[in-house]
């Protein structure tokens, strides 16, 4: 059984429809690549998984359950963790703070952050604002993982970073997939980048599934078809 199962989703925004026939699914320990470019659903079918948008038709499921008319905050309990687009923080607080604000029980305490991610305990007890572009993700990251998910979602974690920095977010996510066996959905545009942890992939064309399958599978037909400019 999949953790986390859509089923031809359809969503809207107000009158405009921006989900059409949406189907994906993750199972324990895979990583799934959601990919499309600009503007095709992405971001709407995690809010649909994280229920902050509701669906029109279709269903989705997590470990089994209907989540129709799950508030956000259940789903959130149900074991949902997001990185959101924009790597949100608390600004004034400082690290830790950050960090303890957001745990729930679990194996993922301040300590397995820090381990995950050093730099996080050199900065301790500095202000979120006053943290690197970079370092800010790994706290949005860190933030995820203290509510002890089983799902963890990566809406573009690292968009408008530097290249090395970049790669020592994707290592850090490569070990907590080798070493945590969590179940992932990331959202990126660097293709290189996702294959170094996606199992596979989902591609979104104009609010619609248009090809999934083993990452390893995607050709050049498809990534000139779907995710060329
Ligand atoms: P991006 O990579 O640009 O974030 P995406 O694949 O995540 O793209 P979505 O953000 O899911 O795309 O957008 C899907 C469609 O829904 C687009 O046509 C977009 O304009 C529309 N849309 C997104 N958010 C809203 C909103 N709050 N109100 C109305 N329409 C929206």
Redesign the pocket.
């Known amino acids: 059984m999949s953790l986390i199962e859509l089923k031809n989703i359809g969503a809207f925004?107000?009158p405009?429809q921006?989900l059409f026939d949406v189907s994906l699914e993750v199972d324990e320990g895979e990583v799934l690549a959601l990919m499309?470019?600009?503007?095709?659903?992405?971001?709407?079918?995690v809010?649909v998984m994280c229920r902050m948008l509701r669906h029109s038709s279709g269903a989705v499921t997590f470990d089994g359950r209907d989540m129709a008319d799950l508030p956000s905050y259940k789903a959130a309990r149900l074991g949902i963790g997001l990185v959101p687009?924009g790597r949100r923080c608390f600004a004034n607080l400082s690290v830790h703070e950050n960090l303890i604000a957001a745990a729930r029980k679990g194996a993922w305490d301040f300590g397995a952050v820090c381990a995950l991610f050093p730099r996080l305990a050199e900065r301790r007890d500095q202000a979120a604002a006053s943290l690197s572009g970079g370092e800010q993700q790994m706290l949005a990251i860190g933030r995820a993982l203290m509510t002890n998910p089983r799902l963890l979602i990566l809406?573009?974690a690292t968009e408008g970073l530097a290249p090395v920095i970049r790669q020592e977010i994707w290592e850090a996510l490569a070990k907590l997939k080798a070493e945590s066996g969590m179940a992932i959905i990331a959202?990126d545009k660097s293709l290189r980048e996702l294959g170094q942890v996606a199992d596979r992939a989902v591609i979104?064309e104009k609010?619609r599934t248009v090809w999934s399958g083993a990452f390893n599978d995607l050709g050049a037909e498809e990534t000139d078809r779907y995710l060329g400019v």
């Not at 499309?36 to 079918?45: D, E, F, I, P, Q």
């Open positions: 925004y107000g405009s921006a499309g470019r600009n503007g095709m659903g992405k971001t709407t079918s809010k687009e809406d573009e959202i979104l609010g």
